[in-house]
């Protein structure tokens, strides 16, 4: 499985195009007044809508080879997030996920993660780091109500299972190119806690799942599967 778009709401969409384009440097498009940022394989395309004290979470997948070099190229251009339990900005992953990461803040308050996995072979950068060596968008966060529900009904319509240790709070689903993190409403995101998962306007597309279909976890959230 992998996330080939997804689609959310910002506040002001001027300043998201400067992050992305100006700070990051990711090619960024217009369409009918919103925009398409590339990243990868994947595609973030961001329409206006209201202000919220909520926070959407994505992660970007980067080379393992390049971890370091991504974190320097990152830490130039944005503040990182420290985790609540060790100080730290770079982090590794839960028991069993083989990856580090690195958080930071998105122009409308986003929850947003470079994370290298281990066992995903992506074309590593000769030297240094760059936007162009984002591979994609490997993780999205969706907010429901009751996350073994949610992670059941994937699994009994799409063949979608769960992807390491789960709660009822915390649910991955997928696989290491891609994954829904269900996250039940108002849970803390990592690392530092300071925002929370709520119901945000959100639509995900799919890709290599096998069986097609939508299917809406909250009434906010949509997942499209081609």
Same mark, same amino acid.
């Given at each position: 499985m992998r996330i080939?778009t ?6 002001d969409?001027?300043?998201?195009v400067?992050f992305?384009?100006?700070?990051l ?7 009918e ?6 990243l990868?394989? #994947? /595609? ?6 209201p202000?919220? =004290?909520? !926070?959407?979470? %994505? ?6 080879e ?6 320097s190229?990152l830490a ?6 420290r ?9 590794e992953g ?8 690195a958080y ?16 995903v072979?992506?074309r ?7 936007p ?5 968008i #490997? /993780?999205v966060?969706i ?5 073994? =529900?949610? !992670?059941?009904? %994937? ?5 979608l299972?769960?992807?390491g240790?789960s709660?009822?709070t915390f649910?991955p689903?997928?696989e290491?190119?891609g994954?829904?993190i269900?996250?039940?409403?108002g ?16 639509t ?5 799942v096998?069986?097609a ?6 009434d906010?959230?949509?997942v499209?599967?081609?």
């Open positions: 080939s997804v689609e959310h709401h910002v506040s969409l001027a300043a998201a400067a992305y384009r100006d700070l440097g990711l090619p960024v498009s217009y369409d007044g919103s925009a398409r940022v590339t990868g394989s #994947s /595609e973030l395309w961001l329409t206006p809508g202000a919220t =004290a909520a !926070a959407h979470h %994505l992660a970007f997948d980067v080379p393992a390049n971890f370091d070099a991504a974190v190229w130039e251009r944005v503040p990182l997030l985790s609540a339990d060790t100080g730290e900005h770079e982090i839960p028991a069993g996920w083989n990856s580090r990461s930071f803040t998105g122009p409308d308050g986003e929850v947003l993660e470079l994370i290298a996995r281990r066992r072979r992506h590593p950068a000769p030297e240094g780091f760059g162009e060596h984002i591979a994609s #490997s /993780e966060a907010a429901v109500d009751d996350v073994s =529900a949610t !992670a059941a009904e %994937l699994g009994r319509r799409f063949g299972t769960s992807f240790p709660s009822e649910g689903v997928g290491e190119a994954l829904l269900l996250m039940r409403t849970r803390a995101m990592a690392p530092d806690r300071v925002k929370h998962s709520a119901p945000l306007p959100l995900v597309w799919l890709a290599d096998g069986t279909g939508k299917f809406r976890p909250s906010a959230c949509t499209v599967i081609d």
